[in-house]
């Protein structure tokens, strides 16, 4: 078992391993992992493609549940919420950032926005306006109208990270959310989700394979086949 | 939701379109059989509705006079003339007779009564005027039309020459189509003088129908009587009888098609959208937003169908009325209405079938 402890816990992980399949075919994708995460960080999970980052991240934000182990998400264990607990949870006190962005390609840039924060509860002119307001905050309000078709892929992350903490989630899950953007466009993401972490109070839990972003996160989980390795990093405060 | 589910719809207008219009189509073959069905209907027992006396006589055994014949005797009218209590019998006579103008013409629903006392006239005269001697016709609208007669044309009826002296209308059987002469040019037609088919009877008040009903049927044998809304009644199931199971089964099909093809679309738009669904349900959607998307698309198609089909119904039903004359509707605001009620709940069902889709749809696909 290897262990990686930060302060005020929203995610704890006890012994957690994650096998899909029947016992005789299956795959054991995350073996016999604890670790805990805290506001006001920015957790790295690093490891190459196939070593579990993305379904350590799906375990971590309630997704899935575990073959075996604990995990803790607010406080209590994810398999005693129910599914509709869990939905409040994504909606009101969670932000995802995907892969390839994922925006909804149907809607503009801002209709992207209000979504999330109707599922958080916020409709009508409040919803409009909030959207506005955080999408000037991060400097693309001139991108409000247009269709997330029409954004370069810098941009593209930009939104997706407004889209993230528009319902004021206090724990992001990132998955590679580096991954389709220019090197320097990478670090800049990477240092916004940082300063979201340390200003907003916020975890920030990033799934990457890019070693470049160890030196700006808080806590690195290195994963190799499902498991974390015994040498782990630990930077900042 | 609705500023979703219509970005969703207008993301393939050319399916979308292809949808509507399939929709639309179902609610025009709807809203054409129903007004079909309306006119057929009115056709068929309006004669009866307008001639409303207090009985009608027929011989024994018939219920009614679109589908059995009666065969009654001038006798028959002066022992019901002699009962207490009646003020006047008139009698009707029905045969099926061709009527031909230099080759063209068919057969009809020849009608004779008694032009003196108008009770058996057509409902509605809508051009010229109603009979007055032998040797005069009245036709029905879609009879004229179709056979191109006028009023002051003269037809051959069984090698008797009938000038048109009239065009009625609510006299079209579908099938068939009623035609109005004397009753002695009836009679001279099938060569029995002393030949009626009924006789309509109006009591003397304070009689009441009921009672009278028994009196006739125990002083005179082998009759068969009826009042008013007893007659109407057996004529109007006997005419559902014959064309509401067709007009169920048609009606049928065109639901299960519409049903399909929206189900269809509907289901091929979740799929297309399946990550669209998936980050969604990641982001904290609930199961009722997103099942309103579909819903929501549904009901969208289902207006624009039913609103193109609105467009597209009455220039239709007025070139068809054109070509077939035959062919006559009456459409109303409950037609239209059921329709589209027809039309919004055929939509939620297959929004409610493609709906189901989305239980399989799982926020871990937004992570592949």
Not at chain 1, 101 to 123: C, H, P, Q, Y
Not at chain 1, 206 to 232: N, T
Not at chain 2, 220 to 249: A, C, K, T, W
Request: proline share 3%; charged share 20%; aromatic share 6%.
């Amino acid at each position: 078992m290897t262990t990686n402890a930060c302060n005020e816990a929203l995610i704890v992980l006890q012994n957690v391993s994650k096998r899909f399949g029947d016992n005789g075919n299956g795959t054991t994708a995350i073996s016999d992992v604890s670790l805990s995460c805290s506001a006001g960080e920015l957790v790295l999970l690093l490891g190459p493609s196939g070593s579990g980052k993305t379904t350590l991240l799906t375990l971590m934000a309630g997704l899935i549940g575990p073959s075996k182990g604990r995990v803790l998400l607010f406080g209590r264990e994810v398999q005693s919420y129910s599914a509709g607990e869990l939905q409040h949870i994504r909606a009101h006190r969670l932000g995802f950032i995907f892969q390839n962005f994922l925006l909804i390609e149907s809607l503009s840039v801002l209709e992207n926005i209000v979504l999330v924060l109707r599922f958080a509860g916020i409709t009508g002119s409040q919803a409009t306006g909030e959207a506005r307001r955080l999408l000037r905050q991060f400097s693309i309000e001139h991108l409000s109208d247009k269709s997330p078709l029409r954004l370069s892929q810098g941009e593209k992350q930009r939104v997706a990270i407004v889209r993230a903490i528009a319902n004021g989630g206090q724990l992001i899950i990132a998955d590679e959310p580096t991954a389709s953007l220019e090197s320097s466009q990478g670090l800049q993401v990477i240092e916004l989700l940082r300063n979201l972490a340390r200003s907003g109070n916020r975890c920030v839990v990033v799934a990457s394979h890019d070693q470049r972003l160890v030196e700006y996160a808080d806590c690195v989980v290195r994963l190799r086949d499902g498991s974390i390795e015994p040498l782990e990093a630990r930077r900042g405060a | 939701m609705t500023n979703y589910s219509f970005r969703i719809l207008k993301a393939q207008p050319a399916r979308t379109a292809f949808t509507i219009g399939g929709v639309a189509l179902c609610a025009v073959l709807m809203l054409f059989l129903l007004s079909v069905y309306r006119g057929v209907a009115d056709g068929s027992v309006e004669y009866i509705r307008h001639n409303r006396t207090d009985l009608w006589v027929l011989q024994e055994n018939t219920t009614n006079i679109l589908r059995g014949s009666s065969i009654l005797s001038t006798g028959h009218g002066n022992l019901l003339r002699e009962i207490k209590g009646i003020r006047s019998v008139s009698p009707l006579l029905f045969v099926l007779s061709a009527i031909r103008k230099g080759g063209r013409g068919s057969t009809v629903y020849l009608t004779g009564y008694d032009p003196a006392t108008g009770i058996g006239a057509p409902p509605r005269i809508i051009q010229g005027r109603t009979i007055r001697n032998d040797g005069e016709i009245v036709l029905d609208r879609s009879f004229a039309a179709k056979f191109r007669f006028h009023t002051g044309d003269f037809v051959s009826l069984k090698g008797d020459s009938l000038r048109v002296v009239g065009i009625s209308a609510q006299t079209n059987m579908f099938v068939i189509q009623y035609a109005f002469v004397t009753l002695r040019q009836a009679q001279s037609l099938i060569g029995y003088p002393g030949l009626v088919s009924c006789y309509l009877v109006q009591l003397q008040e304070p009689q009441s129908a009921s009672s009278m009903k028994e009196r006739v049927r125990d002083e005179i044998p082998g009759l068969e009587v009826y009042d008013h809304d007893e007659f109407l009644g057996n004529n109007i199931r006997e005419m559902q009888s014959g064309f509401l199971p067709l007009l169920y089964v048609i009606a049928t099909i065109g639901g299960i098609v519409l049903t399909t093809i929206l189900t269809l679309i509907l289901s091929m738009s979740i799929l297309e959208r399946r990550m669209d669904f998936a980050v969604m349900k990641t982001l904290g959607s609930s199961h009722r937003f997103l099942g309103g998307l579909v819903y929501g698309q549904g009901l969208q198609i289902s207006l624009a169908g039913c609103g193109t089909a609105l467009a597209l119904f009455f220039p239709m039903i007025r070139l068809i009325e054109t070509i077939s004359p035959e062919v006559s509707t009456k459409t109303s605001i409950e037609q239209v209405a059921g329709v589209f009620l027809a039309v919004s709940v055929m939509s939620g069902v297959s929004s409610f079938v493609a709906a189901r889709k989305l239980g399989r749809i799982y926020t871990l696909e937004a992570f592949s």
